[in-house]
């Protein structure tokens, strides 16, 4: 939603009041005073709270006070079908305010509800009286703990929300929680103890893995439990709450290869094929200047131009292409928060695929930016910097296979992925894998970082799960093990300086 409210366009407001106008008319009781021309005599009454494609929220102020106008315009032909069929679905948000306030719930108090057209499916509004309040504040242990007991009077009275998250509430002037869109709510005479904790965990993974709050899953349930006969378990919660956010990566990630409002598909078009972002440019002709005209930065198979870096592969049976594994690891990547170069295209021309990404010229190899002239607390800092990205990296199952220096870049104090076909994203890593991560980066690094560097970085990498010392020594050996297997005088590593 938009914080800050604009003003409509005279064009954009006209249209609204001549939808409103043409539309039937249902007022609750409460408000049988309120006059329609409210809504439609003055322009500089209507202001943009949220403008998306199927649905409109507009606040205005009229001389009762201040009201929120919900406009479903229903411009897809889908939409406008299930509304024929389905027309009870349109009053759903009118009939489930009345409800709530039956059962003393706090919501918006409805005030109008309209529908255009003699058959339902043209579009419909709904105005509500404004509520008096702030957001939630989910950095505010005090505002979390209470909406864990308000979770737990919702279901209580046996109330279901299915898109329940903090945006979806405010506090009132009384500090008390108020419920906003209330389009999915359900109402069960006794809600099951699925529905409670398919709830709990629905709302927990907003308030955890989008904002990042800081009360604990145990203390958050102790609250809820507080009213609870058969109390929640905080395992099955958190089981819940991780199947969620691994389907949130698949789908975000899945969006590179289907139309969307980021992505375009490109079918046939003169003889490419492929997916590209939609304000990337480049077409047939332009990716031909760029093979023309970019000189190569690695073999044949790498190439630069214009601040464009495109992987080229040559498409053979049997074989993974790997130009369409760095496609979709690189939104993978992304939608995981781990930095990557903005990937621009991929395309499939001629029997040859081609990966564009970012190429950022300022960017420094791994080896090269810790092998630079830096302080010792400028060094301390990033070598603290890359352990704590490495260890992100790891909890979230990311495993490269090749994690050699040359394949991470330093752009800015921040670190970045790159050659991403390589990179796989498994469902559990395991201790020996992440060991021989540690030992390829340990191979890869010259001997500008000291063994006192070395330990120091495997100890910020360990965090507050520091292994015991026996654990540490076995880790060692292992890292060291690998470490003399390798090739290092590529890098600059003198291992008789190093050995341990």
């Known amino acids: 939603m938009n914080q800050n409210p604009e003003p409509v366009d005279r064009s954009s407001a006209s249209r609204l009041y001549d939808f409103i106008n043409a539309c039937r008319i249902v007022r609750d009781p409460a408000y049988a005073h309120f006059k329609i021309n409210w809504l439609t005599d003055n322009v500089e009454r209507f202001f943009i709270v949220s403008d998306r494609f199927r649905r409109e929220v507009y606040a205005v102020k009229t001389d009762a006070g201040t009201f929120f106008l919900k406009l479903s315009p229903l411009r897809r032909k889908k939409d ?18 009345s409800r709530l306030a039956q059962k003393s719930i706090p919501a918006p108090k409805r005030v109008l509800f309209g529908y255009k057209g003699r058959f339902p499916g043209q579009g419909f509004f709904l105005v509500t009286e404004a509520v008096q309040g702030s957001e939630i504040d989910c950095k505010s242990r005090e505002q979390v703990l209470k909406l864990a007991g308000h979770l737990a009077v919702l279901h209580d009275r046996g109330i279901y929300h299915r898109d329940l998250h903090p945006g979806n509430l405010l506090l009132d002037r009384n500090d008390q929680p108020v ?108 990716l031909q200047n760029a093979l023309d005209r970019g000189h190569l930065i690695k073999d044949d198979k790498l190439m630069v131009y214009q601040n464009v870096c495109i992987k080229i592969h040559n498409k053979r049976l049997f074989h993974k292409d ?46 090269d930016y810790l092998s630079s002239d830096m302080s010792r607390t400028g060094k301390k800092a990033a070598i603290r910097a890359f352990a704590a990205w490495l260890r992100a990296c790891h909890d979230l199952n ?13 752009l800015d104090n921040q670190f970045m992925m790159v050659d991403l076909d390589g990179v796989k994203i498994r469902r559990h890593l395991p201790w020996p894998k992440k060991l021989i991560n540690l030992a390829q980066l340990n191979a890869s690094i010259s001997s500008h970082l000291t063994l006192k560097d070395r330990l120091r970085f495997f100890h910020y990498y360990c965090r507050e799960e520091l292994p015991s010392r026996a654990v540490r020594r076995q880790a060692y050996r292992k890292i060291w093990a690998v470490t003399r297997e390798k090739n290092t005088l590529p890098f600059g590593l003198d291992l008789a300086k190093l050995a341990p």
């Open 80 to 97: 406008r079908l299930r509304f024929l069929l389905l027309p009870w679905r349109m009053t759903t948000e009118w009939r489930n305010l």
């Open 398 to 410: 990311i495993w490269q296979r090749d994690f050699k220096s040359s394949n991470v870049l330093a």
């Open 322 to 367: 790997r130009s369409l594994a760095g496609w979709k690891m690189a939104r993978m990547l992304a939608v995981r928060g781990i930095n990557v170069p903005a990937a621009l295209a991929y395309f499939d021309a001629g029997g040859m695929t081609y990966f564009l990404a970012s190429y950022y010229s300022d960017s420094l190899p791994l080896n």
């Open 179 to 286: 419920l906003l869109d209330v389009q999915e709510t359900y109402f069960l005479p006794r809600l099951p103890r699925k529905l409670k904790i398919s709830n709990l965990a629905q709302f927990w993974w907003h308030l955890h893995c989008r904002t990042q709050c800081p009360v604990a899953l145990k203390e958050f349930l102790n609250v809820y439990n507080q009213s609870q006969e058969e109390p929640v378990d905080s395992g099955k919660v958190a089981a819940i709450v991780d199947r969620r956010q691994q389907r949130h990566y698949r789908s975000r990630a899945a969006r590179c290869m289907k139309n969307s409002t980021e992505f375009q598909v490109i079918r046939n078009g003169q003889g490419l094929k492929g997916f590209k972002r939609r304000d990337f440019k480049w077409g047939k002709q332009e």
